[in-house]
């Protein structure tokens, strides 16, 4: 069992933790009274505007030594012909032959320099697992932390940030 001791309560946390947005960014620049007619949101993906297409995915970072990844839950923006590929295998048990999608993240995770707008390639996986999103290979922290991996102490650097509002020094 993956345990941590958090660097701001000092407790011990079992489980790997995973921290994600409900929405995409762009949902967010939308007016909130304007959100029903203008939006389609549901825990997979999202249309604004019937222009603008997001799916949901899991950007998984290695923990070194460990089996488990620590995750992002992200969302990614695809081109209108990729949502409808992507959508069109969505319920399928068996899926991961299909993309991947080229598309940029609509996420802005703490703790790094902006990740709005990085390029990802998302993939399907089978039996209704959530979506792999994979960051273009760049100098970005946030990228080097998924090809590389990360310790156990920046799990709990980014869980105390999340979760007490810690901010790193």
Known sequence: MFRFRCTCCDQWHEGMPAFGADAPLYFYAIPAEQRDHRCLLDSDICIVDQEHFFVRGCLE????????????????SLSADNFEKFSGWLSASKRSHVGPFFGWLSAELPL??????????????????????????????????????????????????????????
């Open 112 to 169: 790094y320099p902006s990740t709005e707008n990085l390029k990802t390639r998302v993939h399907l996986r089978d039996n209704g697992i959530r979506p792999f999103v994979e960051l273009e290979p760049t100098g970005h922290p946030l990228a080097i932390e998924q090809r590389d991996g990360i310790p156990v102490a920046r799990v709990a650097e980014i869980y105390a940030h999340l979760v007490h509002g810690e901010k790193r020094n």
């Open 61 to 76: 970072i290695p923990v070194l030594g460990e089996l488990d990844p620590f995750s992002w839950g992200v969302w990614v």
